[in-house]
């Protein structure tokens, strides 16, 4: 084992089963980081060459083990005909949905990753960052769970009612919009790059299990398989809120690695799931990232590893979810700082006490 390994030695060692030298540490950022090389989010969603700009700028201030380009929760809807507003700071958001009507269903459009929406940006941040990147860190591109684009295709509340009053018809958007996720995930194959899922919407703080099995699941089972059959891996997910009632069916579809909220508790997780899958999470990104002291941030990172460093098929370092604009870069320094200090293998038990 080296002394200490680069990100890329790291990944790479990790994904085969070697040992490494620390836990894999990923803060989630994205476009909430975009004020750290100066640009709006606004700027940033609609440029490829600000998105690539940031992740390179993270990486070298960061160091951290994978980064990545995200269609962000609304991108393969708004190429579906969605609109979306881009606000200066803060995320987009859903200001007009393509169908307003269940009957507007049928008449939906598969998605053009080449054409639609701003999914030729974003393969071209994908493809920028790689170039730059990829020989020093694992490059990645997150994407909508297929029920979470369906939310914004018809809007969210539409969906939940359809999902009861209309089942056939969600059965058909579901079919669509799959279609559109692996017409851009064959796209992306083609730049070599790892693939994964962010899907709030299969969260049972928002729909049921036995709903996420009816709607979400078997268009998220087509688009892991699409994920294997074009890339050769498996990807992984993160699931906003709660899920653990449905944590064997995400495993069951495929998946090789799932990142908990951190309403989740990790010992549970690995208890569940570790002997089957990577687990990842769950830094709270607000109470502790955000608002937190450095001393709230060690602590927390602390607790992570000391319930999720020791399960069977690996664990990473994360946040719980998206850590939020305008966090202190010194508090993100210190989530990584805390990762190298008590992540480094073989782990100190006694550095994990409280």
Not at 37 to 61: C, N, P, Q, V, W
Not at 164 to 189: C, D, F, G, Q
Request: glycine content about 6%.
């Amino acid at each position: 084992m080296k002394i200490e390994m680069t990100p890329k030695e790291r990944m790479t060692a990790f994904s085969k089963g070697e040992e490494i030298d620390r836990i894999i540490c990923i803060p989630d950022m994205g476009v909430t980081m975009a004020p750290f090389i100066g640009a709006t989010a606004r700027d940033y969603y609609h440029s490829a060459e600000l998105m690539a700009e940031l992740e390179i700028a993270l990486f070298k201030r960061l160091h951290h083990d994978s980064v990545g380009i995200s269609t962000s929760l609304r991108g393969v809807a708004e190429a579906m005909g969605s609109k979306v507003a881009f606000p200066k700071y803060g995320i987009s958001y859903l200001l007009e949905p393509a169908v307003k009507s269940v009957d507007g269903i049928e008449s939906l459009k598969v998605a053009n990753p080449l054409k639609d929406g701003k999914l030729p940006i974003l393969l071209k941040a994908i493809k920028l960052t790689r170039d730059a990147l990829i020989d020093k860190v694992d490059v990645s591109a997150s994407m909508s769970g297929p029920i979470s684009v369906a939310a914004s295709v018809v809007g969210t509340e539409n969906l939940m009612k359809w999902m009861i009053k209309y089942p056939e018809k969600v059965h058909t958007l579901m079919e669509i919009v799959a279609e559109s996720n692996n017409r851009y995930i064959e796209e992306v194959a083609k730049l070599g790059v790892s693939i994964g899922f962010a899907d709030p919407v299969s969260s049972t703080s928002l729909i049921s299990p036995k709903q996420f099995r009816e709607f979400s699941l078997p268009a998220l089972k087509k688009n892991i398989d699409k994920i294997k059959e074009t890339t050769g891996s498996s990807p992984s997910i993160h699931i906003c809120g709660k899920s653990r009632d449905i944590w064997e069916d995400v495993i069951n579809a495929g998946i090789s690695n799932f990142s908990i909220d951190n309403v989740e508790d990790l010992e549970e997780a690995k208890k569940v799931m570790g002997d089957k899958i990577i687990i990842t999470g769950n830094v709270p990104p607000v109470d502790v990232v955000y608002k937190g002291t450095k001393e709230d941030i060690f602590k927390s990172v602390k607790e992570c590893i000391r319930k999720g460093h020791d399960s069977k098929k690996g664990y990473i370092l994360s946040t719980g979810c998206q850590i939020p604009m305008h966090t202190p870069m010194e508090n993100i320094e210190a989530f990584m700082e805390a990762g190298r200090k008590y992540g480094k293998y073989p782990i100190d038990l006694k550095l994990l006490e409280d």
